[in-house]
């Protein structure tokens, strides 16, 4: 498995934009896709964005298509998320995870390596 650390959160005002960066290490080669969730105070951690490793298919939840870009660079093992027009509904922690098994899915338990999270707040 690998070990994921992301950063780049931090406090923003609505409207403004914002890159989380997600640094993968480990058996790299092993992954399929990357995601990123994300979840907000008494909340269920949802989904928000994944691309796949090699080939770099993307998918993301609705609320943030368009204003949010998922990319990866192979050659430093990192998954970038930038967050385009934020909004104080996507104020949350902000997780990247491994997958390893085919698919970009949406559950939070199909991917079984996770980062520490970092903070993203929005205010309005």
């Known amino acids: 498995q690998v070990q994921l650390v992301e950063s780049g959160g931090g406090l923003v005002q609505a409207g403004d934009s914002l890159r989380l960066s997600c640094l993968a290490s480990g058996r790299t080669i092993s992954i399929y896709a990357m995601g990123w969730f994300r979840q907000a105070p008494g909340k269920e951690r949802e989904f928000v964005a994944g691309?796949?490793?090699?080939?770099?298919?993307?998918r993301y939840t609705d609320s943030v298509k368009g204003r949010f870009t998922i990319s990866r660079d192979n050659a430093k093992n990192m998954v970038y998320l930038q967050m385009n027009s934020l909004k104080p509904e996507d104020a949350a922690v902000y997780y990247c995870?491994?997958?390893?098994?085919?698919?970009?899915?949406?559950?939070?338990?199909?991917?079984?390596?996770w980062g520490q999270g970092t903070q993203v707040t929005v205010s309005s």
């Open positions: 995870a491994a997958r390893y098994a085919l698919g970009i899915d949406i559950y939070p338990s199909l991917y079984p390596s």
């Open positions: 691309i796949s490793w090699s080939v770099g298919n993307t």
